[in-house]
């Protein structure tokens, strides 16, 4: 049985599922006695479940999802809820993606939010099911227990976490399947709806710093991961004025944060770095919709 191939047979399907069950048990079960693996634990996680999305059938991954929940919970039930399940489902959506070649920014950029926001909700549930802090438990594997903005602090690493978990499955399987000549998604079609994430983000961000704080800074993260996967996709060598506004947007935003820095409350005023993803965006569009323009007028000529 070959690792990097679509199982065809149940048993294939089953063998296969069942390797990376007890992959992903084991891993599990090293971090009940060294807690420290939980780092390693939720990268192996997610892309375990991408691996199974794709190469097996679809039909049997919820055997697979309810097998190794139902061991990890005998383990250790808070792990359980905000590790494992929320990794098991983002691998699955992630791998369902890529299976039906999804654009794959937009796949990143989906699969972290999911992930994002289970683990982030299951916070509370935790809390009320078994009285265990996962804050406290990170704030103090960190040091940071007596930290005035712990909450600010936390919530951003669940983040990031989220968005590396997702980046590191899809670096693993783009090395791994390109190599048997499958292909990922990854033209530039519509991918000026980038800019309208970008800019709904950035009026979140600051929507929510009047709302909630906390997830504004989540805002901000997102609008800078958007803006950078933009910039990629920016044709350069055709329109070298891309790298002038860059320039001038960048120069422009430092001057802006120096200027407004001291008058917002900390920590919000880090926000204001969000201006520049958000001019550069509204910069993406107007170019795209002055060179339509000027593409019409050139044919109607």
Known sequence: MSVFKKQETIVQNMVYMGLLAAVNVVFVLLTYFVPFLLFILVFVLPLCSVIITYYCKK??????????TTICLLIDLPDTIFYVIPSLITGFIFGLFVDKKIQSIFSILIATIVQFGLSFAFIPLIKIMTDRDIIHDMAQIFHLLDYQYLDYVVVSFVFFVAFAQVMISYMVM?????????????????????????????????????????????FLMLTFIITIARIVYLDFQHYKLYIVELVILSLGSIFFV?????????????????????TISCTCLLNKSLLSKRSKDTINN
Not at 59 to 68: A, E, G, H, R, S
Not at 261 to 272: E, T, V
């Open 59 to 68: 039909i049997y991954f919820p055997i697979y999802f309810i097998v190794v």
């Open 174 to 218: 783009y090395s791994e399947l390109t190599k048997f000549g499958i292909s990922f998604n990854k033209n530039s079609d519509n991918i000026f709806i980038l800019d309208l994430m970008s800019i709904a983000c950035s009026l979140l961000m600051i929507l929510f710093a009047f709302v909630y704080p906390v997830l504004s800074f989540v």
């Open 258 to 278: 120096a200027l407004l820095y001291n008058m917002i409350p900390s920590p919000l005023g880090l926000l204001l770095i969000g201006f520049l993803p958000f």
